[in-house]
């Protein structure tokens, strides 16, 4: 029970609620233990930082900081338009793909209404939905992975939201696009799915879906992306939905005024337009993440393949312990005991350098 003296005045969904947990910054851990020239593994961030054609892009706003951004998105939204070749009402911007995941919450979903995930899905579908009074339906996992079998089966006629992450956080595992497509289709049309597709540059497989190519085929899909994770942009927050203009309407209901910022607005539009950095960044991530898989087998540890900039590994021990460790070595990493995988810790693919580091460092205290 808490102790909050103003517990009684909120909802019960928020009542119950745990805050998200982000990854600790490195300069945190580095006042806490008086250590320097730590590494940061933890949050699927872009190793190789953003297109230096971004920080143009921003400086050249410094003269205009005192100025609200332009609150439509303009310029963002045509090149988001001309990149997915689909009508301008289609797009809703948010301050981070998390921002549209809340929104969709806010506006079809309520008291009464069923929000369904899979286990081990991403943390923001159970937090959102349940901050607005949903009920939380969770399917089980299939090798860590979303079945889709098991969630036909728990549709119901009060399900409003279907979420899948497509690669999924914190696993790394996908969908193939048949079996994907497939299950949208056979969704009820009052049904909203929305399939988050924050890792779908990093993707390299023949059978992957992009799901943004059926919007006109199924008008209660929602697909979100963002600009925190291949183009580097993750301190801006800057992200986005894609769905039938309709939806996107309702959403645009429930967007705050100027929720992207004009920093946000002027990176993202010029991180479009340097795709030659995007391909040098999965580049780079399918290069560490060989390295990382090769130096987890040569330790003789387990790990769920992945086709994201992470990869998840099973230590058969409190990951906790091991996570600490290696705080002090410097190395911070991401345990997933809140997803419900206590013995199994999240790396973020780095640079070379990065990935040896902590490589040693994880040999070092598994011999403890």
Same mark, same amino acid.
């Given at each position: ?13 928020i ?18 233990l ?10 699927n ?14 400086g050249?706003?410094?003269? *205009? ?9 303009? &310029? ?29 919450? /806010?506006?079809?979903l !309520?008291? !009464? ?10 943390? =923001? ?18 090798d ?10 728990r549709?119901? &006629?009060?399900?409003?939201v ?15 696009? !048949? ?14 799915v929305?399939?988050? *597709? ?10 992957y ?8 085929e199924?008008?209660?899909l929602? =697909? ?10 993750a ?5 986005y939905?894609l769905?039938h ?7 645009n ?9 004009a920093?946000?607005?002027? !990176? ?10 995007? /391909?040098r ?9 060989t ?6 087998q ?12 992470? =990869?998840t590994?099973?230590l ?12 002090? *070595? ?5 345990p =997933? ?5 206590? *013995?199994?810790l999240?790396v ?6 990065e990935?040896s580091?902590?490589l ?9």
């Amino acid at each position: 029970m808490s102790d909050n003296r103003f517990i009684q005045l909120c909802s019960a969904g928020i009542a119950q609620l745990k805050p998200y947990l982000p990854g600790k910054p490195i300069s945190e851990l580095e006042r806490e233990l008086g250590i320097s020239g730590s590494i940061k593994l933890a949050s699927n961030e872009n190793s190789l930082g953003a297109s230096p054609r971004v920080a143009e892009a921003i400086g050249a706003l410094m003269s *205009e900081i005192a100025r609200y951004p332009d609150g439509s998105g303009f &310029e963002l939204s045509q090149a988001l338009v001309a990149k997915h070749d689909c009508d301008p009402a289609c797009i809703t911007l948010g301050n981070g793909s998390n921002d549209v995941l809340d929104m969709i919450a /806010r506006v079809f979903l !309520g008291p !009464g209404c069923e929000s369904l995930f899979s286990q081990y899905a991403f943390a =923001v579908y159970p937090i959102s939905s349940q901050a607005v009074g949903a009920e939380l339906v969770i399917a089980p996992a299939k090798d860590y992975g979303h079945d889709l079998q098991a969630m036909r089966e728990r549709l119901s &006629e009060r399900t409003r939201v279907v979420w899948i992450a497509n690669p999924n956080n914190p696993t790394g595992t996908w969908l193939k696009r !048949g079996e994907l497509k497939s299950f949208i289709a056979d969704l009820p049309e009052q049904v909203i799915v929305v399939v988050d *597709e924050a890792y779908i540059e990093y993707v390299d497989q023949p059978d992957y879906p992009d799901a943004s190519l059926w919007l006109d085929e199924f008008p209660n899909l929602i =697909v979100t992306r963002t600009f925190s994770k291949a183009y580097g942009l993750a301190s801006l927050r800057v992200g986005y939905a894609l769905s039938h203009p309709d939806l996107a309407g309702l959403l645009n209901r429930v967007r705050q005024p100027f929720n992207v910022n004009a920093m946000a607005q002027a !990176g993202a539009l010029a991180a479009l337009g340097d795709q030659a950095f995007i /391909r040098r960044s999965v580049e780079s991530n399918r290069q560490g993440m060989t390295q990382l898989t090769a130096g987890f087998q040569r330790l003789g540890l387990k790990y769920i393949p992945s086709v994201g900039n992470f =990869v998840t590994l099973r230590l058969d021990r409190p990951a906790a312990e091991i996570d600490q460790a290696l705080l002090r *070595e410097g190395c911070i990493t991401r345990p =997933v005991a809140n997803y419900g995988l206590p *013995e199994h810790l999240r790396v973020s693919v780095g640079l070379a350098e990065e990935n040896s580091r902590f490589l040693d460092a994880l040999e070092e205290v598994l011999k403890r």
